[in-house]
């Protein structure tokens, strides 16, 4: 009798192990982050940055459709430093260039 109940228990955890697996797979993948790019673009047209862009292809579609950072570079100067500073995100993967040394000038 014990060996029947021992099957019997041993079989129901199979059934339970394939039943969270076919669950797993059935829930969806976690989405993708959003590319630092469209975030920015996003905001570019958030904040109507394509007046003040020098490309006339922003200002005639009213539309950021150059690369985002060059129509944020305009607007970075006059928007408020707590956007700015959300603005200024930069791609994980990209190093940072160093700065050439000013030399101090009294």
């Not at 019997?8 to 959003?34: F, G, S, W, Y």
């Not at 020098?54 to 690369?67: D, T, V, W, Y």
């Not at 985002?68 to 970075?76: A, F, I, K, S, T």
Request: aromatic content about 2%; proline content about 9%; charged content about 30%.
């Amino acid at each position: 009798m014990n060996d029947m109940r021992n099957r019997v228990q041993a079989i129901a955890h199979k059934i339970l192990d394939v039943t969270e697996t076919l669950v797993d797979r059935m829930a969806a993948p976690p989405a993708p982050p959003t590319p630092v790019a469209v975030t920015r673009r996003l905001l570019a047209n958030r904040f109507r940055v394509w007046e003040l862009c020098a490309n006339k292809a922003c200002r005639r579609s009213q539309c950021c459709r150059g690369e985002p950072l060059n129509c944020l570079r305009y607007g970075l100067p006059v928007m408020p430093d707590a956007l700015a500073g959300l603005l200024k995100m930069r791609h994980p993967r990209k190093r940072r260039r160093r700065l050439p040394a000013r030399a101090e000038t009294c």
